[in-house]
Structures are given as structure tokens and as C-alpha cells.
């Protein structure tokens, strides 16, 4: 579970505090052999506080000493619900989703550093939940960091792209040239969000079906009238079917009625139940999927 052994890090940041606040002549090669580390340890924390807790801490050159320039500063205390400290434990387990990304070291980072400053009791509560649970992606595709990394370069700075395509309605690879609007993790996958200016139209493309793109040295605008949310409204799942959404009704009998209506499996569905039958009705464009 944990990212890194948070809790002697949590104990040496609050003996730093401890020894700063009380005015002991504190250095690092003091603090250093206290805590039994090196006095390039204690450096080093003394910059996570500075960097990540706000701590004003600062060296007195002529009494040789760190001090707080800010005398009544104190550490962040943690106070977490149950309800919070799930949450918590569900974001760490969802970073598997972002193995092999450019954001998966500044995620471990970030939840390595808000797991340092947990007191102990919700440490220990968040590792007995994690032992608890498990949570795990179906059928994870392989990531591509060099590939992810262009097509998130290209979102951010408005690249328009030349990439060689493989979609599954197609014997063999094709050209496309795309404006990549974003990167969009759906139903536990990733998808490139681009205007194909081949099919004239936003597609959503599959980063491990793209072999191979490249910059065409033009930028684009980003349509004023593009939102991601309702592009995606009649979508079920991540498939979308052509013209607009249309009103569908599934019928489940048997055991299969309470599983299918006890989920959610799009924004617009509504539940009916018919004595032990349940109906399933919502409006969607990707009849095919419903259909698969």
C-alpha cells in the first residue's frame, strides 16, 4: 500500500519542528545525529517542509541555527473521515490506471506526501483497509509512455498531428491528420479525443492502435463550441453511433434483472421495474454496443 516508508519521514519532520520551535540551537548535524541519519536527510526534509507544508524556515548565519521567520507557524494537522479515508485509499489504487503515463511519478509523489503527514492511528487504519480491498482494471491495454507522452504534448500545446492508424473496421493502417482536443480516460482506458480531418468529424483514437505520428509543424484552435461532456452524453460507454441519441428500452428477466438495473451504466438511464422484470431505458447513439 504505502509508496514509501511515510512514517519514520513523518517522525523525523515533526522532531525538526520540534527541535526548530524550541529555539536549541538547531542544525542538521545536530538534528542528523539524534535522529541517527545523515545530515543530508535532515536537509532534505527541511525542504519538504519548506516546499510542501508552507514551513518559513530559515538560517540564522550568525547564530548558526534554522529558525521559523514566522513565529506562530505550526504543521498542517490531518483530520480525515471514514468516508474521506476510503476516498483516499480508492485514489491511491486508481493510479494502477495510470501506469506507464507521464503522471504516474507526480501521483506517487503527491500521495506519498499526503500519506507522510497522516498521524499514526489513520496510518494504521489506511493499511488495514488496504489489506481489506483489492481494486483492479479489466483487461488493462499495454501503455505506450513514448506515444502517450507525444499525444499529451501535442493536447497541451495544440500540435496538429500526422499519425498512421489502425481501427477496427480496417484490413490495414491508414493516415490520418488530427487535432488532438485531449486525452480522456474512459471506462478504465485511455483514448486520444481528435478532430480526424480525414473523416471529417471528432473521433475518439485508441493510443496503442496509433504506429507511428508525427507533427505537421501547423497548430489549431480549439472550437469554442466543443464540450467533451456532451459529446460523450449519448455514448454507452465509450461507443458512439452515428446522428443523434434515440430512446432505447432493454428488458431483463430472471436473475439478470437485478444485475443489469442495480448498476449504472449511463447518465440518462432510467429503471422501471414489471412485477421480477426490470426495464433499462436510456437514449443513446451506439446501438451496436447495446446490441454486442
Known sequence: ?????????????RRIDEEIRGGKSPTANRIARFLEVSPRTVQRDIEFM?????APIEWDQQRNMYFYAKP???????????????????????????????????LKRAFGKIEAMLPEELSMRLGELASATEFSITAPRPSDLKTFQGLTDAVRNRKRLRIVYQSLASPKPGDRVVDPYRMACLDGAWYLVAYCHTRKEVRLFVPERISSFEETGEKFDAPMGFDFDEYMSGAFKVMRGPGKPRKVRLLFRGPLARYACERRWHPSQKVSWRGDDCILEMNVTALEELAA
Open 50 to 54: 519548506r516546499e510542501s507544508l508552507g
Open 1 to 13: 500500500m504505502r509508496l514509501y516508508p511515510t512514517r519514520p519521514a513523518l517522525l523525523r519532520i
Open 72 to 106: 506562530g507557524f505550526t504543521l498542517p494537522n490531518v483530520e480525515l473521515t471514514e468516508g474521506e479515508l476510503v476516498s483516499l485509499l480508492i485514489g491511491t489504487r486508481v493510479m494502477n490506471q495510470y501506469k506507464g503515463t507521464p503522471f504516474e511519478s507526480d
